[in-house]
């Protein structure tokens, strides 16, 4: 028997057995479920109590399109929502802008203004249901959006829940949805940090992601080391701006992705809360074990979905899907079969949710915790990848932290490598690809994807035109002036972010009064 490795590069061998686990710790290394470190799970019961939050991610075309598929979701059990939001919005761009032409609506739904918000969130149970935005670079603004959403529909700010993702780091490794420079995105966190702590208690201020690296093709040890890299620069950077790390922390959450290959997955989230637990116990000085706790959501491997056989991908998400479970992840989105052709169907959309039904009502992996604990396999395997993400996350501290990394271009070029070698192993059949490399069919087979309206960017435009004209646009110039000042100095910016968009100034016109402070940030400029 030849040992094989896994996608970190690490060995892993044929057979595993009590030899492997020699000078092995349950007590250091494990702890009781809900205990530090919390590589068993951040809750002492965790799914045996109730499952995970069944999070889809959902959005395209115009809020009143969205808005019906989150109500299918709803209807159909969903516990959260997660919204995808088109490429203007991300960029700070409103509908009309020139650079928007051709993109509204595309990949996630278009909104610019409170008003769109409020038709997109119509008729939805705010005050229960948790609500997810990816969203980055213009997060505070669309978090505002939805605070100012909810108010007018008298749901008290307490008790919404949610996440934004806000995590503009890892856009200047992996994904590139930046608007701002990054010490005004840091600081726009920070502020982000300090408003949701007093006005949104229970809002998750940032997800901080390792997930985006994963689709550009970083490894399971480079996903999490890199991502808990860009964490400790958040932390930082909110304890220079006057935040105590227990006031903020146990709003942090991340967000991780799940692969097929189940194993190395559930070692990969075992090992980064017990990565997590010591930074910001032994380096932050962290006292409230909810700051100490990971917490995080999955969502299943978009990259990994072919277009050939498109079918095929239901197996590989219930995969997906079923090591998250099983790694302990707190929420989770299942991809439709479908997303590797287009945005997905309604029925694609409702399989996907069935899938994680299944895997909660159908199955015995939420009558215990942590199944895996104490697996020889499993424990070193835990063991390897946090050695391996350890290495990494010292690789970005000694070039001065994860700004200075992504300056140097550190973890992009190890992410690129790492997609390069991967791809050469697919087009070498190496590694397998059910239906691509591999069991091909006889051709193409038929399919109708999700058509989006082309005619929703002019729609949105007639929308910003009404609003325009309608508004007390003096009013707006004042209160954009007051957020532009406040950039200037050190005073919180949401406050009078929010004064700006409640009197309805647009989402692009936010972003375009702080760039005329912070500039914006072009890819050959030095950080």
């Not at 532009?484 to 009064?513: C, F, I, K, W």
Request: proline share 6%.
């Amino acid at each position: 028997m030849t040992d094989q490795q896994t996608e970190s590069g690490l060995p892993l061998q044929p057979v595993y057995g009590p030899q492997d686990l020699s000078g092995f710790d349950p007590e250091r290394a494990l702890g009781e479920p809900g205990s530090f470190p919390y590589t068993r799970g951040v809750y002492p019961s965790m799914y045996t109590g109730r499952p995970w939050t069944m999070r889809q991610y959902a959005g395209f075309g115009t809020a009143k399109e969205s808005n019906a598929r989150y109500h299918e979701l709803v209807s159909g059990g969903a516990g959260g929502l997660s919204v995808a939001f088109d490429l203007p919005t991300q960029m700070g761009y409103d509908s009309d802008h020139p650079l928007a032409h051709g993109e509204v609506g595309k990949v996630g739904v278009a909104i610019d203004s409170v008003e769109d918000m409020s038709v997109l969130l119509g008729g939805l149970p705010l005050d229960s249901v948790s609500t997810s935005m990816t969203i980055n670079a213009p997060a505070a603004t669309l978090l505002l959006m939805y605070e100012l959403v909810a108010q007018e529909q008298g749901i008290a700010p307490d008790l919404l829940t949610g996440t934004i993702q806000n995590d503009v780091l890892k856009e200047y490794i992996a994904r590139g949805t930046y608007i701002y420079p990054p010490a005004p995105s840091l600081r726009l966190v920070s502020d982000t940090f300090a408003y949701c702590a007093s006005a949104l208690p229970r809002w998750n201020t940032i997800s901080i992601s390792g997930y985006h690296m994963a689709e550009a093709g970083a490894t399971p040890a480079q996903e999490i080391g890199f991502t808990l890299a860009n964490a400790k620069e958040y932390v930082r950077a909110a304890q220079a701006a006057g935040l105590a790390v227990d006031d903020f922390a146990p709003r942090l959450s991340f967000f991780f992705v799940a692969r097929t290959t189940l194993l190395e997955e559930v070692a990969k989230f075992r090992a980064a809360r017990r990565i997590w637990a010591r930074i910001m116990r032994e380096e932050f000085g962290a006292r409230n074990p909810k700051s100490m706790m990971l917490r995080f959501h999955t969502q299943t491997a978009g990259v990994q979905l072919t277009a050939q056989q498109p079918e095929v991908n239901l197996v590989r998400v219930a995969l997906q899907g079923l090591g998250a479970v099983l790694g302990g992840t707190q929420s989770l989105h299942t991809n439709s079969y479908d997303e590797a052709i287009a945005l997905p169907s309604a029925k694609a959309a409702r399989l996907a949710l069935r899938t994680q039904q299944v895997l909660a009502y159908e199955t015995d992996v939420t009558k215990t915790v942590d199944p895996f604990a104490g697996s020889s396999v499993v424990e070193s395997l835990t063991d390897d990848v946090e050695e391996a993400a350890l290495t990494l996350i010292q690789a970005v501290e000694d070039r001065g932290g994860a700004v200075a990394a992504i300056e140097e271009g550190f973890q992009k070029s190890e992410i690129e490598r790492a997609a390069y070698a991967n791809a050469l192993a697919i087009d070498s059949g190496e590694r397998v690809l059910v239906g691509l490399n591999r069991f091909a069919g006889d051709g193409p087979e038929p399919y109708e994807p999700l058509q989006v309206d082309p005619t929703i960017e002019a729609a949105q435009c007639a929308a910003l035109d009404r609003l325009r004209e309608h508004r007390d646009s003096a009013a707006v110039r004042d209160a954009l002036e007051r957020m532009q000042h406040a950039a200037q100095g050190s005073d919180n910016l949401l406050h009078p972010m929010r004064e700006a968009l409640a009197l309805r100034a647009t989402g692009g016109e936010v972003a375009g009064a702080l760039q005329e402070v912070w500039g914006r940030h072009k890819p050959h400029e030095t950080f």
